[in-house]
């Protein structure tokens, strides 16, 4: 590994929350960093698709589970909270010419849901359990970035770090609190399938998605 590479590691690896480095196992592949960085557009345009997908998502959780007090009132907040990170994302599309379209989704979110149970409240549980993945993974891609990117879009990821974590950790006691039967054994089953889904090679990039296939 050349130095940059590992000066590049030991910045990431400080930038990591503990919480996140440890319920995620597996980290963010040097190559799709690297594919990142030649791929800044769709990056942006993807993570704008990302955070508006992350406030339907909390929406419709919030539709349907209308008798569970403590879901619909943090996913409202939650919603608000990705919706303003999409309309930021959004001003620096426009600063920097990028018209904005869209990206086809990653498998990533995907292969998680496809794992979902098919009953309650295994399936609230499950589909929670879901989202703290998602939001951890997002988490530790902006660490992953943070030491290589511009100096405007390193300070904005930044700024993300602290409620990415925050939200993982909120569906993460919401998951436990919906279901906590096999609790941690489906833990595991999800977190393979995440270390799976990003260090498996892609054909297309995208924020979530593995490393380029011919890395």
């Not at 690896?13 to 960093?33: N, R, S």
């Not at 939650?78 to 869209?102: M, S, T």
């Amino acid at each position: 590994m050349s130095a940059p590479a590992l000066d590049r590691g030991a910045r990431f690896a400080a930038q990591v929350p503990t919480a996140i480095a440890d319920f995620l196992e597996v980290p963010t592949p040097e190559a799709w960093i690297n594919w990142a960085l030649a791929q800044q557009d769709t990056l942006l345009l993807d993570h704008a698709n990302c955070e508006k997908k992350a406030a339907s998502t909390a929406l419709a959780t919030l539709h349907r589970y209308p008798d569970r007090p403590r879901i619909v009132y943090r996913m409202s907040r939650l919603a608000r909270e990705e919706l303003r990170h999409f309309e930021q994302v959004g001003a620096l599309l426009r600063e920097r010419g990028i018209e904005y379209r869209f990206v086809a989704a990653s498998r990533y979110a995907r292969r998680l849901r496809a794992a979902v149970g098919s009953h309650e409240p295994r399936r609230l549980s499950d589909s929670l359990m879901c989202g703290a993945f998602i939001e951890a993974r997002s988490c530790e891609r902006f660490a992953a970035l943070i030491p290589v990117l511009d100096e405007v879009l390193a300070r904005f990821y930044s700024t993300l770090l602290a409620s990415e974590a925050r939200h993982f950790e909120q569906y993460l006691e919401l998951a436990r609190e919906a279901d906590a039967s096999d609790f941690e054994q489906r833990l595991n089953c999800f977190r393979e399938i995440d270390g799976r889904a990003v260090t498996e090679a892609d054909d297309a990039f995208s924020f979530h998605s593995g490393p380029p296939r011919s890395a």
